[in-house]
Each structure stands twice: as structure tokens, then as C-alpha cells.
């Protein structure tokens, strides 16, 4: 009464469309090849290097945000607020007063 409930593990080929790369994993899946859309080395949030264009995450983008309203707080000279004087209000406490 021995079951077989493992799944067969082969290599399987993953191959891009967009450039081309392939990698070869261990994998359940039977087939032998599986086509890509993008992979790491063509999708832009991996690419990075120098002259490339980066794309940052939302952590980066907050942080960026925050660095500017920093150095724009920074430049600005601080003006003092300064409360207004409280008028002195007299009650009236009667109608006689108002004579």
C-alpha cells in the first residue's frame, strides 16, 4: 500500500519574450519550456544602472517627499506669529447701564 503523493520534479526552461533570458529551474510543472512576458533583466523596477532610469518604490517616494518639505522649511525664513490682544469687552449687566 505504497501511494506515490510526491509530485514529480523535472527542469524546466523559463524563457523571456521581451530579451531573450533563460532560466532553467527545478519545477512540478510538465512542461519543458514556459514563455515569459518580462524577467528580472528587462523589467524597469530592476534595472538601475548608471544612465538608467530607476523605479523607486513607495518607501522612496514618501521619503523624498518628506526631504523636500525639510529643505523647503529650511530655506524659508520663520515668521513669528504672534496672537492678537484680546479686546476688553465690558458687560452689561442691565439696561440702566446703557443710559
Partial sequence: MNKKIQPTIHKVMFKCASCGATYEIESTLKQDT??????????????GGVGEQKVKGRAEKLSGKFNTGKETLASK???KVTKAKKQNKKIIKSLDELK
Avoid: S
Avoid at 518580462?38 to 523596477?45: E, G, I, K, L, S
Fill in 77 to 79: 525664513p520663520v515668521q
Fill in 34 to 47: 514556459v514563455n515569459l512576458d518580462v524577467c528580472a533583466n528587462c523589467h524597469p523596477f530592476y534595472k
